[in-house]
Antibody
């Protein structure tokens, strides 16, 4: 059973950089899947941030494209998210998820990131 | 981008009743790359349906069914159980960016 676990700071200052890591267990990140980040502001809906394929190629939501970087570390079986120039609007629960032809079939439990001084 | 509009926004029903949730896309969702998720408070979304109509795992009860193609999709819960009251999201992953509907909240009446 594939499991994903997010980690990173729960508090980021405005204009700073949000950095999160998702460790994958129970399966190799090098398999033919893609790995995504999805966020959910408190009490609101889901927004796809972007994803990275096992090959390393990336695909970002145009609404965040200029601020997002997703990277893969195959040696640690993990992938990461960096979001720059954050504001209060970036406060959300951040989920990592595995993508396939079956959509997002495995999700992490989510981690709340608050942007505040 | 493909905009997904879910209706109704909130559905209030009683256990044992039938629930019908709609998801309409602003453009054709090719390859039936349409999925449905269930989300309960404090939990991550759970994949229920992929490919517009295929239940995700053997753990998804057969009271959950889905259909549709093109721009119109439906999730049906045939007989509501207490654990089914949650928020449901549709999602398309045929065209980048991946997009989600705004959700339908299924409340106990």
């Amino acid at each position: 059973q594939v499991q994903l676990q997010e980690s990173g700071p729960g508090l980021v200052k405005p204009s700073g950089t949000l950095s999160l890591t998702c460790v994958v267990s129970g399966g190799s990140i090098s398999n033919s899947n893609w790995w995504s980040w999805v966020r959910q502001p408190p009490g609101k809906g889901l927004e796809w941030i972007g994803g990275i394929y096992h090959s390393g190629s990336t695909n970002y939501n145009p609404s965040l494209d200029s601020r997002v970087t997703i990277s893969l570390d195959k040696s640690k079986n993990q992938f990461s998210l960096k979001l720059t120039s954050v504001t209060a609007a970036d406060t959300a629960i951040y989920y990592c998820a595995r993508g396939s032809e079956r959509a997002f079939d495995f999700w992490g439990q989510g981690t709340l990131v608050t942007v505040s001084s | 981008e493909i905009v997904l509009t879910q209706s109704p926004g909130t559905l209030s029903l009683s256990p044992g009743e039938r629930a019908t949730l709609s998801c309409r896309a602003s453009q054709t969702v090719s390859g039936s790359f349409l999925a449905w998720y269930q989300q309960k408070p404090g939990q991550a979304p759970r994949l229920l349906i992929y490919g517009a109509s295929t239940r995700a795992t053997t753990g998804i009860p057969d009271r959950f069914s889905a259909s549709g193609s093109g721009t119109d999709f439906t999730l049906t819960i045939s007989r509501l159980e207490p654990e089914d009251f949650a928020v449901y999201y549709c999602q398309q992953h045929s065209t980048s960016p991946v997009t989600f509907g705004q959700g339908t909240r299924l409340d106990i009446k």
